[in-house]
Each structure stands twice: as C-alpha cells, then as structure tokens.
C-alpha cells in the first residue's frame, strides 16, 4: 500500500498542469492501453470531481472521477436521482499492483459518503474488475454483462444509505 497523497479538486481548482497530467494518463491508460477509440474528454470533466494521486515528478500515477448523477450523464450513465458515479478508473502501468486502485476507489466512496447525500454509486465497471476491484469495495452487480466503447462491463451498485 502506498502513502502517496491523495488531492480531490473540481476542475476549476486544477492548476492547468495537474490538468495537463490528468489528460496524459488518462490517453496512456485508455486509449493507449485499452485502445479505446471514443471521445475520452468530454463536459463531464467540467462539473465532476477530479481525484488523484501524483508522484514526486507531479506525473498523475492514479486517477478518477466522481459526480453527481442526479444532475450530469455521460456515455455510460443517463440521469439517475440519488445516485453519484465513479469513472475513468486509471493507475499507470508502473504504479499497478500495489494497492493504488483499490485505496483511490475507498478514497472516492468515503468522500461521496461524507460530502454528497447521494444514497448509492452506480458505476459501470469493466467486467474483468467485477469481483475483485469493485466487488471488494461493497459494490454488487445488476443485470446482464453488456459492450460498452468494445469492452464488457457490468452496472454496480452500492448503497451508501437507505433511502428516506
Ligand atoms: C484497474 C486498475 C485501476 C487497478 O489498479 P491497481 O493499482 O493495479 O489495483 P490494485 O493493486 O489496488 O488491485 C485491486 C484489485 O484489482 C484486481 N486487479 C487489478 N488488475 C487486475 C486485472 N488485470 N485482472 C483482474 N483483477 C485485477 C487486483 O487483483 C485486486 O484485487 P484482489 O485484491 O482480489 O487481488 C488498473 O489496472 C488500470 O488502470 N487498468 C486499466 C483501466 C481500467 O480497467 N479501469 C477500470 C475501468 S472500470
């Protein structure tokens, strides 16, 4: 488990570099890596809240990004009241099985937890990371696996507080 720190900005509070470093490992992560081919920036990167951890060299090792489904879709999620997200789940390759993606997936859940009235996080995870990554974190899955930008994923829940 590494101690690097963790930093939670939206995306007026980014400095243009960290913005910059954040683009960079998300095209290396996804479109170079997972080569996939549809639009990786979009307006959501405007309004979500942008968590990541850097190295000594500001290099953005691990990233994602949180908001609020009530109010903002994207390719994956429509509008869905009470329910926040996570996405673009990324560590680069280097920085990979230490623990990293799992401390900044927990890091994502408590600070929606204590800072969001959202009732549950809906996700739609990479199906490869069904019982591992996000099964671990509390997360259960609904309904059939399906293709989404040519890779299988499933939707997950969690449910962060009943519903009142
Ligand atoms: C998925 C990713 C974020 C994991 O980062 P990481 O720092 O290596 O993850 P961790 O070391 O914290 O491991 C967390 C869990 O994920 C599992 N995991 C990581 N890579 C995996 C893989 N390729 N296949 C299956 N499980 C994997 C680990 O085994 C671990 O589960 P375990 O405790 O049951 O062993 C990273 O591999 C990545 O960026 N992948 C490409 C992008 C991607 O798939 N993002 C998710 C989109 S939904």
Not at 18 to 42: A, S
Not at 113 to 123: C, D, P
Request: hydrophobic residues 40%; charged residues 25%; glycine residues 8%.
């Amino acid at each position: 488990m590494t101690d690097h720190k963790i930093f939670i900005k939206t995306f007026d509070e980014l400095t243009t570099l960290e913005l910059h470093n954040i683009y960079l490992t998300r095209g290396l992560v996804f479109t170079v890596g997972q080569q996939i081919t549809e639009q990786e920036i979009d307006d959501v990167d405007l309004v979500c809240h942008h968590l990541f951890s850097t190295n000594d060299d500001g290099k953005v090792i691990a990233y994602l990004r949180m908001y609020d489904l009530g109010k903002y879709a994207d390719d994956s999620h429509e509008i869905t009241p009470g329910a926040w997200t996570i996405g673009r789940v990324a560590v680069l390759n280097e920085a990979r099985g230490t623990g990293l993606g799992r401390r900044i997936v927990a890091e994502a859940i408590e600070w929606i937890r204590e800072h969001t009235e959202a009732e549950r996080i809906e996700i739609s995870a990479q199906k490869y990371l069904e019982h591992s990554l996000y099964g671990k974190a509390g997360f259960v899955t609904e309904g059939e696996a399906y293709q989404e930008a040519g890779i299988e994923h499933v939707h997950m829940n969690l449910v962060l507080r009943e519903n009142r």
